[in-house]
């Protein structure tokens, strides 16, 4: 016997797409002679019925649901596949950059043809990436703040902590997945 999980207009992250959605219609599967149904489907609105299996319910990120990503640091590594000469339109020539997230090694690289068709936009996404901690810690603090002050904040502050609080739910959302997981 199934149980619905999720209820119609609740907003879900829907795994096996990667978004948010809201579900339209809860959609039970009634077998005759059962009293209760075999199975319950979810219609969002985007092309096909999903599982409980498929969703995530969206829940406000704490501090206990947190993991802290580290400091990440952008390091430059030796351009092997051109010559200084050749890449002189790079902005610093005979390296490009590498996005450290655990110690020395772990992290992310670009393939040399992306490095190559435009420099200055992984730059600048190296930069966003080495960031990103700090931005969502940021976040982590705004949403904070607005839930803990009442009074006296203009709807545009709301707004903006409405979003940053969305935005936490993405990054946070396999973190929680895991954790409930591994606690059944």
Do not use: C
């Amino acid at each position: 016997m199934a149980k619905a999980l999720f209820h119609k207009n609740q907003r879900v992250f829907v795994k096996t797409v990667g978004t948010w959605a809201v579900i339209e219609r809860v959609i039970p599967q009634w077998v005759k002679g059962v009293e209760e149904p075999i199975r319950v489907h979810y219609d969002l609105g985007l092309g096909r019925d999903f599982g409980a299996h498929e969703l995530l319910a969206e829940s406000r990120v704490n501090e206990s649901q947190t993991v802290e990503a580290g400091d990440w640091r952008v390091l430059r590594a030796r351009n092997r596949w051109q010559h200084e000469s050749e890449a002189g339109h790079h902005p610093l020539p005979g390296t490009y950059p590498v996005v450290a997230t655990e110690g020395e090694w772990g992290g992310w690289r670009v393939p040399g043809a992306e490095y190559d068709r435009d420099p200055r936009k992984v730059e600048m996404q190296a930069q966003l990436i080495a960031q990103a901690p700090h931005l969502a810690r940021m976040a982590r603090n705004l949403v904070n703040y607005v839930s803990s002050e009442t009074e006296d904040l203009s709807q545009e502050l709301i707004d903006i902590a409405r979003d940053a609080q969305n935005m936490l739910a993405v990054i946070y959302a396999p973190v929680i997945q895991r954790k409930t997981e591994d606690a059944a």
